[in-house]
């Protein structure tokens, strides 16, 4: 889920992440990590195109309103959403009916959030010269190049064991230290992941070459609807093998997150609690901080 990818659907993911920092990231950043968004966002988008004077400026301003927008009207749906899994974890045994209901209405937070975007990443492509173009073609062959050698490279024993390693280190970042039975629940979900990352990343060229082929025809009408199914529905674009991985991961990723907590000590839970209250806590001080925003600007 946390892979840094192409400009449009997965540089969108990564800031529907960013938005989300908390469930990534430690809770203590949360905060500053969200406030700096707005000129890190630009810097990002710089990594894989040059922007111009005029390109910057706009984007910016767009970023801005985006995130008004996002403290304004999201924030507080996410304190709600921590609220209601706390109240979920905090009382095993759960049914994979119960987190599959906490799944989506994350996932539908991301909906929301990329649709908002959507508009400003089409009117920033539809900008974009034949040079920029080639350099953000250049980045993400480069950027497919690295997640190949890192995801793929080596024996299929060391990638099952390097995917094995992330996963646990994401649980005991919520968790703590995890017991015997946790760490053989992690394995077996591992083991049964199969070629998962390949078809991940083959799924991943072809979104990206879809958007080349887009780009030849951006200053075409059909442009924004061409932008749009490619960002709305990406996963048709990546293929049928892509489509079913995806659809088996959620149910797999379900059933783990399911019996993690089943499996998880009353010391786990407190520590998960914690987590959670920090969180909280967090977008709380944020979305008053964009109260106050709003206060100031109407008064002015």
Known sequence: MIARS???????????????????????STQLAYRQLDWALV????????????QEAR??????SLLDWHCRHELPCYVVWLDNVKRLAMQPPISTADVEKRQSDLLGAIDRLTRQIHPTATQLLASLDDDQIEALDQAMDEGQEERREEFLGGSREDQI???????????????????SAQVETIQAWNRARGDQTRIWLEGR???????????????AADFPQRIEQLVVN??????EAYQAMLAEAQVAITRLITDLINQSTPEQRNHLEDEID????DFEALACSSGEVASEDSDA
Do not use: F
């Not at 984007?59 to 801005?64: A, G, S």
């Open 6 to 28: 192409t400009l449009l659907h997965c540089g969108m993911r990564w800031l529907c992440i960013a938005l989300l920092i908390g469930l990534l990231t430690g809770c203590s």
């Open 43 to 54: 810097w990002w988008v710089e990594d894989y195109i040059p922007l111009d004077n005029v």
């Open 59 to 64: 984007l910016e301003t767009q970023i801005n």
């Open 161 to 179: 064991r390097k995917r094995g390693e992330r996963t646990r280190e994401r649980a005991e970042r919520w968790l703590g230290a995890l017991t």
């Open 205 to 219: 060229g072809r979104w990206q070459q879809a958007l080349m082929d887009s780009l030849e025809h951006r200053q």
């Open 234 to 239: 990406s996963s048709e674009v990546r293929g």
């Open 278 to 281: 920090e969180l909280q806590a």
